[in-house]
T-cell receptor, first 115, second 117 residues
Framework: KAGVTQTPRYLIKTRGQQVTLSCSPISGHRSVSWYQQTPGQGLQFLFEYFSETQRNKGNFPGRFSGRQFSNSRSEMNVSTLELGDSALYLC??????????????FGQGTRLTVV | AQKITQTQPGMFVQEKEAVTLDCTYD???????LFWYKQPSSGEMIFLIY??????QNATEGRYSLNFQKARKSANLVISASQLGDSAMYFC??????????????FGKGTTLSVSS
């Protein structure tokens, strides 16, 4: 069974540009969550999507947005990129909506560098 | 307030030795789940082990066990018989159980484990 696939793996963008990252969850999984990982702030939750609806959102500015398609694939978009957006962006999929004991399976991440 | 605390930035161990990675957590919820993930240099987060707040026995998965002390709010990961492939970053994480809108994983800062031969 294929794991969580994130594309692209690496990305270099210029300040002010926008970027779209893609995540294909494990087949049959309906929940997708996104996390940002930086050396300074560690791993921080961005948002969760389930059945094409955003169910939960972390404390990030509106420049960060996402969506989920009917096949459960998800995209996240960052507009007006800032240097501080340089990070590893991780996507996690789960079979159902995330609850106390839901195991999340992560992809390898997209490493975004903003110059 | 920080909810997951991992006090060991780095740990060094010899092959075949056991190692304990510390994790303390803070929550007022009675229902919560505790997770450990491994992150090799490739970046992928690999699930290792889970402990629910109502589980009376410590979780065990192969060479991994979780030393759960609820009163102390600690959930230490024990790796027995370390292998070179265990060298990675290890994260402790928690999900609280009362948010009906869905709960995010809250991660600690991580511990880098280095295993030498």
């Amino acid at each position: 069974k294929a794991g969580v696939t994130q594309t692209p793996r690496y990305l270099i963008k210029t300040r002010g540009q926008q970027v779209t990252l893609s995540c294909s969850p494990i087949s049959g999984h309906r929940s997708v969550s996104w996390y940002q990982q930086t050396p300074g702030q560690g791993l921080q939750f961005l948002f969760e999507y389930f059945s094409e609806t955003q169910r939960n959102k972390g404390n990030f500015p509106g420049r960060f947005s996402g969506r989920q398609f009917s096949n459960s694939r998800s995209e996240m978009n960052v507009s007006t990129l800032e240097l501080g957006d340089s990070a590893l962006y991780l996507c996690a999929s789960s079979l159902a909506r995330q609850s106390m004991n839901t195991e999340a399976f992560f992809g390898q991440g997209t490493r975004l560098t903003v110059v | 307030a920080q909810k997951i605390t991992q006090t060991q930035p780095g740990m060094f161990v010899q092959e075949k030795e056991a190692v304990t990675l510390d994790c303390t957590y803070d929550t007022s919820d009675q229902s919560y789940g505790l997770f450990w993930y491994k992150q090799p240099s490739s970046g992928e987060m690999i699930f290792l082990i889970y402990q629910g707040s109502y589980d009376e026995q410590n979780a065990t998965e192969g060479r991994y066990s979780l030393n759960f002390q609820k009163a102390r709010k600690s959930a230490n990961l024990v790796i027995s018989a370390s292998q070179l492939g265990d060298s990675a970053m290890y994260f402790c994480a928690m999900r609280e159980g009362t948010d009906q809108a869905g709960t995010a994983l809250i991660f600690g800062k991580g511990t880098t484990l280095s295993v030498s031969s």
